[in-house]
């Protein structure tokens, strides 16, 4: 868990606050949580891709346009990982912190290795604005997306029953179906968001049913599993427990951290 969802997390835990909202990909592994805190409301999910970001003015290009030597400024396992799988010319720079700050260290063209582009979460660009800086939305072929990605949600305390009673009516119960299912995969990987994989839900287009493809990567970018399966919505506990069944069965603790 990073510094600020520690703060956030004891700010609602001591009721300095209420509520509390975070995009879910940021959250600790469910396994991981205390049961002091609990998710109160989880709101209709955006596009879940990655998006690719270039210096402020140049000119529209995508991943496959970036020359070798390329520097590309991303911190998450996950992208990094696939990234170096599939464009092993390109340089990965780690960079952290808010989306603003990296965005105007990509524009300024400073420091010892300066950024070429970076790669962030497109829902991440949308509420401050930013969504014309993607040059690309990235597809799940090329990246797959961060568990929870693209999906804002309200935590309360477990026993708080005005906040649970307030938070179910802004609740979307079709999307917190499918934040169960990967959040549940997530658990049973004993993963977080720092883990190198990716837990992805959606509805097919047949009713009631629910696809759910999962990845898991060696942070070198050497080795992977992908695995997928489809199962009934109204049954969120047995499409946990056959799709963590696959990448077990495919010896997926080598690639998990211990």
């Known amino acids: 868990m990073d510094k600020g ?15 509390t ?47 070798p030597g390329s520097i590309l400024g991303t911190s998450a396992p996950r992208r990094i990982a696939q990234l170096r799988t ?6 990965i720079q780690p960079v952290h912190g808010n989306l603003i700050p990296r965005l105007a260290r990509l524009d300024a063209g400073e ?15 949308c509420p401050v604005s930013q969504a014309d800086r993607a040059t690309q939305l990235i597809p799940a072929s090329v990246l797959a997306p961060a568990t929870g990605a693209g999906t804002l949600v309200v935590e309360q305390r477990s026993r708080d029953t005005i906040a649970a009673h307030l938070l179910d009516a802004i609740n979307d119960p079709a999307t917190a179906r499918l934040l169960g299912v990967e959040r549940g995969v997530l658990a049973q990987l004993k993963g977080n968001c720092q883990t190198a994989c990716s837990v992805h ?32 919505a109204d049954d969120l506990g047995g499409l946990v427990e056959n799709i963590t069944q696959l990448p077990h069965g495919e010896g997926v603790e080598r690639l998990l951290p211990r």
């Open 86 to 91: 599939r464009y092993p010319h390109i340089t």
């Open 201 to 232: 839900a959606h509805y097919t287009d047949k009713p009631h049913q629910i696809r759910v493809d999962a990845a898991v990567f060696h942070p070198l970018g050497d080795d992977a599993i992908h695995v997928a399966a489809t199962g009934p």
């Open 21 to 67: 909202v975070s995009c879910a990909k940021d959250l600790p592994g469910p396994h991981e949580r205390g049961i002091d805190t609990t998710i109160g409301a989880v709101l209709p999910r955006e596009d879940a891709r990655d998006a690719l970001v270039l210096p402020a003015g140049q000119s529209g290009a995508t991943l496959d346009d970036l020359p």
């Open 5 to 19: 969802r520690v703060n956030d997390y004891w700010a609602l835990a001591a009721a300095r606050v209420d509520v």
């Open 111 to 125: 420091g010892d290795k300066p950024l070429d582009a970076l790669v962030v979460s497109y829902a991440g660009l």
